[in-house]
């Protein structure tokens, strides 16, 4: 993935790179005097609701993630490097959006495991029973 490209999605969908918004400013951590007076920390911006994408995978990304979608990277001394690490990030938290969820599907216990549920209980419900004064005579 190339820094000022294209975003590519799960289903082959594209955010183009013309709806992107990148910001730099000076990056903290490592780098001496580099790091001073280099802007090399990243801020990639995604504006869902003013974006190409179709309206079922805007609805879907603005139910899971805010608006808009924000990626700051400053890990890395280089802002080329930061920019990458940026729209890989966004290509995550996007896929992870877009993706479909899963419906659980409701299953019932089986016999054995109902029966062995009821065995503990009443074993258990016994034990108590012992520790129980005994009722005069």
């Given at each position: 993935m190339e820094p000022g490209g294209d975003v590519e999605l799960r289903g082959g969908l594209k955010v183009?790179?013309?709806?992107?918004?990148?910001?730099?400013?000076?990056?903290?951590?490592?780098?001496?005097q580099h790091a001073n007076t280099s802007n090399?920390?990243?801020e990639l911006v995604f504006?869902?609701?003013k974006s190409?994408?179709?309206e079922w995978a805007q609805a879907r990304i603005l139910a899971r993630c805010t608006d808009p979608v924000k990626v700051i990277a400053a890990d890395e001394r280089s802002l080329w490097q930061n920019r990458r690490l940026a729209m890989v990030r966004l290509q995550?938290?996007?896929?992870?959006?877009?993706?479909?969820?899963?419906?659980?599907?409701?299953?019932?216990?089986?016999?054995?495991?109902v029966?062995?549920?009821?065995?503990?209980?009443?074993?258990?419900?016994e034990r108590k029973a012992q520790r129980r004064r005994p009722l005069p005579e």
């Open positions: 183009p790179a013309s709806d992107l918004v990148w910001r730099t400013s000076k990056s903290g951590g490592p780098g001496g090399t920390r990243v504006e869902v609701a190409s994408l179709p995550t938290k996007l896929d992870a959006a877009l993706a479909p969820t899963i419906r659980r599907v409701p299953t019932r216990p089986s016999r054995g495991s029966q062995r549920r009821l065995d503990a209980k009443q074993a258990n419900a």
